[in-house]
């Protein structure tokens, strides 16, 4: 009668199935690296996967795309003069109310974390605004929508750059909204735009906008929803731990001498 060496035998199965001890091992990394994740998810505050739609995203297509002055513009100085957007707003309120088919819209007026960059010199560019017509889908929040855009930079103590942005309300985030810019005192011109992604020429006037992620936009999992996460994540570990035993169990049970 042969004595039980329960190592012995799994050593030498290992060593005549590969295949096995490499699965072995590759369901004995995920048990492990489940384990990892469930104590980090345990110990940080984590960002809800669920929700697409935040701010930070926005700023980052926009970030990727050009504006540049149009053709039929002799210069950046051929603007026309806008309105504050507490008219803009009101107008927008009276076109959705007398058309039954319009979609609901939204108009924000937002102190955003965007730069913007140019090769025009700092003295023309000391107060000025930006117009725009987007697509959802260059802003990466959908198809065939249109998104309409006002960018607006003043200068002074209260520098900041405002983000003006009129588009279906399904389309933005709802949740985290950046804070309010304060009321302009008096109408800032503006200068019509379009936007491609596209390199532009010499010749060209364009602007880009450099975005910066603010984690206060960011959606964070709830502790509930945290603690549910990490529960899965040890239930899943936990039941890889006990296949890899089983695993061990029956290989051990082999007879080393009869494999070989």
Known sequence: MGIFQPISNLRVYASHNPPAAT???CLLTLAISLICLSFYSETHTLPNPDNTKNWNNIFFSLSQLYLCVKANSSSFLDRSSIRSPLEQKKDQATSVNNSSNSLSV???????????????TSNQLKEFSLSTVLSARELHLGDEETANLTIQITSGVNKSTCLTISAPAHLLPMSLSPPKCPALEKNITTTYVVANNQLPTASQTCFSLDSKDDPTLVIMLTKEEQSVAVRHLLEVSVCLLGVCLILCIAASLIDSNATM
């Not at 924000?108 to 730069?115: A, D, F, G, H, S």
């Open 23 to 25: 699965f072995f091992f």
């Open 106 to 120: 939204t108009l924000e007026n937002l102190r955003v974390p965007l730069v913007i960059t140019t090769s025009l």
